[in-house]
């Protein structure tokens, strides 16, 4: 049983890290910086 949850949880961890090199490769410097910056302007909001 040990086993089987060690190995799903690298299936998603490969998955992850797969979703995120994905991510980072198929977008442009500036999307990847503004999409970062997020986190550190959420208190910014219009209105």
């Given at each position: 049983?040990?086993?089987?949850?060690?190995?799903?949880?690298?299936?998603?961890?490969?998955?992850m890290?797969?979703?995120?090199?994905?991510?980072?490769?198929?977008?442009?410097?500036?999307?990847?910086?503004?999409?970062?910056?997020?986190?550190?302007?959420?208190?910014?909001?219009?209105?």
């Amino acid at each position: 049983m040990t086993w089987l949850l060690f190995i799903g949880d690298m299936l998603v961890m490969a998955f992850m890290a797969a979703l995120a090199v994905w991510v980072f490769l198929g977008a442009s410097d500036e999307d990847v910086d503004r999409t970062a910056g997020i986190p550190l302007h959420d208190e910014h909001r219009d209105g």
